[in-house]
């Protein structure tokens, strides 16, 4: 089975601070992704990386950063948390799997257990 | 408008009925995923489909891809089937996929 950890599953921090959220896959996935999860909105792509050291900003990549520096390991990072990125973060890896006509890579993707993240 | 919208928000149910959960998406798919949510935010992929029906115990789910429809149903719902479910599209032209927002399902004793 897929397993993909995220380093916690509550976090409390103030204004300001930087904020580093781990996720770790172990099933050697070229893919990963970093989703925010809000109420009525579901969740929305933050970052996601294809290979080691790549990565893509998804549709709201303001105010993070991602890191990945090792394949099984996707990082992201508040560099100044605030209280709107109050919220439950979770983490994805996915094979590359079959490519369509039109160049694209169909993935099914394996979720972490989720960071519930309050910015005070 | 979103990409992907699902029907109802909540959904409370007895224990024993037939449940159905609907989503429609405006974009083309290569492939659409059922996803369940429990309480504590783990997801775990329940079908992933492009065509036709698949099930899975008392899980069922459908898709139209002429229409841009598909559903889930639940049979003799039970109250471990309590949870958020999502529906998720892999549109053809986004290398990721896109959520919809989710249906809250609570199954009663």
């Known amino acids: 089975d897929v397993k993909v950890t995220q380093s916690s599953r509550y976090l409390v921090k103030r204004t300001g601070e930087k904020v580093f959220l781990e996720c770790v896959q172990d099933m050697d996935h070229e893919n990963m992704f970093w989703y925010r999860q809000d109420p009525g909105l579901g969740l929305r792509l933050i970052y996601f990386s294809y290979d080691v050291k790549m990565k893509e900003k998804g549709d709201i990549p303001e105010g993070y950063s991602v890191s990945r520096e090792k394949k099984e390991r996707f990082s992201l990072i508040l560099e100044s948390a605030s209280t709107n990125q109050t919220s439950m973060y979770l983490c994805?890896?996915?094979?590359?799997?079959?490519?369509?006509?039109?160049?694209?890579?169909?993935?099914?993707?394996?979720f972490g257990p989720g960071t519930r993240l309050t910015v005070l | 408008k979103n990409e992907v919208e699902q029907s109802p928000q909540n959904l409370t149910a007895q224990e024993g009925e037939f449940i159905t959960i609907n989503c429609s998406y405006s974009?083309?798919?290569?492939?659409l995923h059922w996803l369940q949510q429990h309480p504590g935010g783990g997801i775990v992929s329940l079908f992933m489909?492009?065509?036709g029906k698949k099930k899975h115990g008392r899980l069922i789910a459908t898709i139209n891809i002429q229409e841009k429809h598909s559903s889930l149903h639940i049979t003799a719902s039970h109250p471990r089937d309590s949870a958020v479910y999502i529906c998720a599209v892999k549109a053809t032209h986004y290398n990721d996929m896109r959520f919809g927002a989710g249906t809250r399902l609570t199954v009663k004793p």
């Open positions: 994805a890896s996915s094979l590359v799997r079959d490519r369509n006509p039109w160049g694209h890579y169909y993935n099914e993707q394996f």
């Open positions: 489909l492009s065509s």
């Open positions: 974009v083309g798919i290569s492939a």
